[in-house]
Structure formats: C-alpha cells, structure tokens
C-alpha cells in the first residue's frame, strides 16, 4: 500500500476521479440499468417487477412499432437519395476551385452550425401550406403548387427530410474535402500520362480513392437518421395520420409521452432494440475508421 | 535553475498534430504549419491538370461551374439565414402577406428589443450560456485528466479502463434516455433531485467517451521526452499535468471546446426532458412553446438571436470547425 502511494498511484486514482465519477454514474450505471429495466415492469410507484421477455412482446405486438420502423427507414431512405450524392458532387466540384475556397466552404458549412430547434421552427414557417407561404411563393414563381408540404402524408416526410439534408449537408461536403485533399496528386499525374480524361479520373483515381471515406459517410448517416427525432418531434408530432412517427419518437412517446406515467420497460425495451442495431453500424464505423488512421 | 516551465521551448515550434484520424500524407520535410496552409488554400493539383486548365473548352466550363455553384451555394446555404435575418426586422403583416418582399412597410428594428425583454429571451440566453459553459467545463475536466492518467500516468488497471470507455461508444444516446433520466431523478448518495438544476445537464455531458478518446490520442502522440525531463526536474504528477501538458494541448483542447460548446448549445432532447420549469429552460428548449404563444414578427426575432452566437463563434473559429469536421465529426451513436 505504501510502495502504491510512493509510485504515484494515488495521484494517478486522483486524476481519474472525474471519470470515473462521471462514467460511473452517468454512463456504466445507466447502461446496466437500461439491460434491467427492459425486463422489469417500472412504475416509480410500487417496486419494479420482474416480467422477463414481456416489454419486447408488448412492443412488437404494438402496431405503432411496425409503422415507426417504416417511417424511419423510409426517412433513412430518402435522406440517403437526398443527402449522399449531393455534398460528394458539391465537395468535387469545390475540390477544383482554386480561390475563395475557404469562402465557400465556410457558406457550404453554415446551415451546420444554425442551432437545428431554430432552423426546424424556420422551416416550419417556410412549409406553410397557403399561397403566400415562402416556398410556395418561390415555386409559384415557376407555375408550381401551392403544396400542402406538412400537412399531407404524402408530403411530410420528403419535407422533413428536405431540411434534415440542408441543416446537415455541409458537414458531409467538408469531410468529402478533407478526403480529396488526402488523394495523392501522383495519381492524377499518372492518370494524365495515360491520356486519361477529367471523367475517368474522377471515375478511375478520386471515387476508388474516396472509397473508405464514402463507407464511413453512408454508416454515419445510417446511424444518424434512424435516431431521428428533433424533426418529426417539431415539425409535425408524427403526425398526420403517423406519418411520420420514428422510433425515437415512439420512444419517447413509451416514456414521456402520458400524462398518468411512463411505460419504462417498453421505452427501455425498444431503445435496445435500436441499440443493438445500431451498435453493429458503430462497430463497422470503428472498425473502418480504425484501420484507416493505422494504415 | 531549471524548472519544469523552462523546459517548454523544447515544443517544437509548430502546433502539434491535432490528428486523430488520418495523418496527412505531406512530405515530412515541410513544417507542419506550412504543409497545412498550403492544404487548406492551395492543394498542389486536383483533378484537372494545368494543362488541361489552358484549353478553353475546359477552362469556360470549369468558370461556369464555379459560378453556379456559388450562386446555388448562397441561395441554398446562406438564403435561408439571410431570410430569417430581414424576417427578423420586418412586421408581421409583411412576413405573412408577402413573405420575400424586402420591408414593404419598412423596418421594424422594435422586434429584437421586444423579444428580447417581453418575451425573456435574455433569460433564455442567460440559461443556454450558463449551460454550454458549465457543460463546457466538466467536458473538459473530465477528458484532460483521464487522459492525463490513462496517457501519461498510465496505471496498470488502464487498458481495462480505457476499453471500458470506449465501449460506451457503441452503446447510442438513445439507450440511455430513459436509465440516466430515472437516474437523475434520483441519484445514488446524492438523495436530491437533480431535475431543474443545470447540474442534470452539466454531468451527463462530461461522460463522453470522444473526447477521452481525442485527448488521450493526443497526449500519446506528445514526445514523451519531455515529461521525462519534467520528472528529473523534480515536477510532481500535478505540477506537470497543469505547467507542461496543457500549455501543450491547445489544439486539441480548442477541438474539444468547440464539439462540448456547440454540441450543448444545440442540444433539445435532453434538456427538456430534465429542466421542465421554463425557468431553468435553455433557447433550445424554449423556443418551440413560444412559437405557440408568441406573436410571429417577434418568435422570428427571437430565432434570429438564438441562432447568432453559434453563427458568429462559427465566423471567429472557422479553421478550428471545419478542421474538427473533417475528422469525421462527432461520433452521434
């Protein structure tokens, strides 16, 4: 014990005492809690139950789960149709300019950095469904609409999605150019004595080079939109008709969303669910990250 | 006399590599100053070659395609901002009947000051400031001192550590929610409530295995020279973590400020959860109940405000963003 102290074990349990605290409390205990609960009836009031596998029988039997895994691919989905291919082609395009770069990837970056409770009431206001309303207004301009955009099932995912991508976008066009910026230029100068031209090397050098980074792009965007929730949360509550309720929101729902109490174990239930979906992305996403920054 | 401070001018010169993810493969003679210069503003060739760049068909095309990005980038990117911004001083009358005409009936320079007092959006900015701050700091105790111990100090028991914290990582915030809600209700050996304290947000922010995993990244990466000379200098393990490890750490402790500031500036979820009396209520979780209540010229205001901080702390550290968001940016799961 004294040879510990002397060695400076004390000084080093110091310094992990705020980890140590914080995780412990913050982190591992609500972990392990989450495992427990979603076994257990919880109530607040009477002590917890043990239920076994009752919580993810009562959540799979629920209709709403079926339709919040829907929606939430399908927000997915979209999001990947929006949001992948456009910040790569914006992020080539920039790649070749060579003043104002920073100008422009500062613009690109900017909806990123607009707090996203801000932008989705903005937005909000921009979907109004009259006439005059700010993107019907602009598309009127065109002989298009005037659309129902929020208030139609049909339309309010695309439209919930629409923002997603301009409040998230630029953060994919920098990583992109951080990316291209890492190809290395002895490539081209081969391509270009091979006579290759502008388009097979961007097919033949840049995508194959950007490969590992497209992967990790693709997963974190998986396992940003299947936790969405600040969106359909603001913009519409899930509705109309639950047409745009998530699992996230289903959760939340589960827990907070009663006034006579929350179901813990279904919320609990469900959140594992999610986890164990997306904990596999994250172990792929770590994995790839991983063997990048080594090799 | 030597003391462990006089040793500081041993740093190389240039700032350490912020590097987490790949090293940049830049020929190693270069300073690293330079070499990232010359990458941010001028990369030594794209795609299209010099040559290629002389030939008029391609050089009007590529003029072409700058100009319409550009123009697409402000209307898409900047548009919008620049939409609230004039919303933000015009009447409500205007924004409603004529939402892209320029002040029809002039400017209305009352709103700010209306949403400002009336409407207690000081209040609000008060709390969201207090709560980035407070969260800011226990972020960066908890990283810079774990990091310390389990890079430098190194305790036996730290592999096993360190593993245990980057599990978390796998485990989404999602998981959470309900657990660390019960558990701020009714914490262990505390027996007080922590809901509607900034203390509910505070410390749950500071368990962020990222930031342990950034600093720790970087500490290794420090010459451990240095801290060797430090100890046969006579420096304890404080006097070297606070005199030579974090004069060091600059670079990465402006990352990890930056992710802690934002990430709690922006945060909805949590906080509404947590802090129900609109007292304690950040702009974030506010600001959805007052568009419900609030008159519209003002509820625009009001967004324009909130969103003007991380807007201009943005502008002032645009290298150190858009350098933390090129290394793939926060890990959400």
């Known amino acids: 014990m004294r ?17 140590l605290v914080i995780f412990g409390v913050f982190s591992w205990l609500p972990i392990v809690r989450a495992a427990v609960m979603s076994v257990q009836q919880t109530n607040l009031v009477t002590a917890p139950k043990f239920v076994g596998l009752e919580n993810f029988q009562s959540v799979l039997a629920d209709p709403l789960f079926w339709t919040a895994v829907r929606n939430t691919g399908v927000f997915a989905l979209i999001a990947l149709v929006f949001g992948y291919p456009i910040p790569l082609v914006v992020a080539v395009l920039m790649g070749e300019v060579r003043r104002f770069r920073g100008l422009l990837s500062a613009i690109a970056y900017l909806p990123v950095v607009v707090p996203p409770v801000v932008a989705v009431l903005m937005w909000k206001f921009f979907y109004d469904a009259r006439p005059d309303g700010v993107f019907n207004t602009i598309l009127g301009w065109v002989g298009l609409g005037p659309y129902r955009w929020l208030q139609s099932a049909t339309t309010a995912m695309p439209s919930l999605v629409l923002e997603a991508t301009w409040a998230a976008a630029g953060g994919t066009v920098i990583i992109y150019l951080a990316a291209l910026i890492g ?3 002895e490539l081209y100068d081969a391509a270009d004595v091979d006579g290759a031209s502008i388009w097979q090397k961007i097919w033949h050098v840049t995508l194959p080079q950007l490969r590992g980074v497209l992967l990790v792009t693709l997963i974190l965007q998986i396992i940003g939109t299947s936790q969405v929730f600040l969106e359909p949360f603001l913009f519409t509550g899930g509705g109309p008709a639950n047409s745009t309720l998530t699992v996230l929101l289903l959760i939340y729902n589960y827990a907070f969303g009663s006034s006579l109490g929350g179901d813990y174990g279904a919320a609990t239930a469900l959140s594992l669910m999610l986890a164990v979906f997306l904990a596999a992305l994250s172990a792929v996403y770590f994995w790839l990250t991983r063997s990048w920054s080594t090799s | 006399m030597s003391t462990p401070t006089s040793i500081r001018p041993v740093v190389p010169a240039g700032p350490q590599p912020v590097a987490v993810e ?57 548009g919008p901002i620049l939409w609230l911004v004039k919303a933000s001083i015009s009447t409500t009358q205007d924004t409603l009947r004529s939402p892209m005409a320029l002040f029809p009936s ?29 969260s800011w700091l226990v972020q960066l105790i908890v990283a810079t001192t774990g990091g310390y111990a389990l890079s430098i100090l190194r305790p036996r028991y730290g592999p096993v550590l360190y593993w245990l914290v980057l599990s978390t990582l796998f485990v989404p915030a999602v998981v959470l929610l309900v657990p660390l809600y019960l558990t701020v209700l009714d914490p262990p050996l505390l027996g007080v409530s922590l809901i509607n304290t900034f203390w509910a947000v505070w410390l749950p922010a500071g368990a962020n295995a990222f930031n342990v995993l950034l600093t720790k990244r970087f500490f290794d990466n420090l010459p451990r020279e240095i801290f060797d000379a430090a100890r046969i200098d006579g420096a304890g393990p404080y006097r070297i973590f606070w005199s030579v490890l974090l004069p060091m750490s600059r670079p990465i402790l402006g990352v990890v400020s930056v992710f802690a500031f934002i990430a709690a500036w922006k ?56 350098r933390s968001a090129g290394l793939s940016g926060a890990l959400k799961g």
């Open chain 1, 3 to 19: 040879t510990w102290v002397r060695r400076g074990g004390l000084s080093t349990l110091v310094f992990l005492l705020p980890l």
């Open chain 1, 183 to 185: 190809v290395p230029a």
């Open chain 2, 22 to 78: 790949p090293a940049p493969r830049q020929p190693a003679r270069w300073s690293v100053r330079r070499a990232r210069r010359r990458a941010d503003d001028q990369p030594p060739r794209g795609i299209v070659s010099d040559a290629e760049r002389r030939t008029p068909s391609v050089r009007v095309a590529l003029q072409l395609i700058h100009a319409t990005l550009l123009a697409l980038l402000l209307v898409i990117g900047l």
């Open chain 2, 106 to 134: 002039g400017v209305d320079w009352a709103n700010l000051a209306t949403a400002w007092t009336r409407v207690h959006i000081d209040l609000h900015f008060a709390n969201s400031m207090i709560i980035a701050s407070g």
């Open chain 2, 267 to 322: 945060d909805f979820l949590w906080p509404l959860l947590v802090l129900p009396n609109p007292d304690v209520q950040p702009l974030s979780v506010r600001l959805p109940t007052l568009a419900r209540s609030t008159e519209l010229d003002v509820l625009l205001a009001a967004l324009m405000i909130s969103a003007l901080i991380p807007m201009v702390l943005f502008l002032v550290f645009q290298r150190t963003f858009l």
